[in-house]
């Protein structure tokens, strides 16, 4: 699956800060340098794991509705 993805395998992934360091729910992020395709994969799973692909755009809007509190009960 991950080998699919040009240049995934050498992507800089970004911990959440939300992550912590003893085994609980972590999320990694890979931002391509270009744009293009931002990845997100469960840290647990390993290099090998699934992911998910969104287009830059609208990884950009998530994240700014996610700062904003838009998905807050």
Known sequence: MIDS????NTSRWLKSSYSNGDGGDCVEVAVPAQGGVVTVRD??????????TFPAPQWER??????RGGFEG
């Open 62 to 67: 998530f994240m700014a509705t996610v700062r």
């Open 43 to 52: 840290t647990k799973a390993g290099p090998r794991g699934h992911v998910l």
């Open 5 to 8: 993805l040009p240049g995934l």
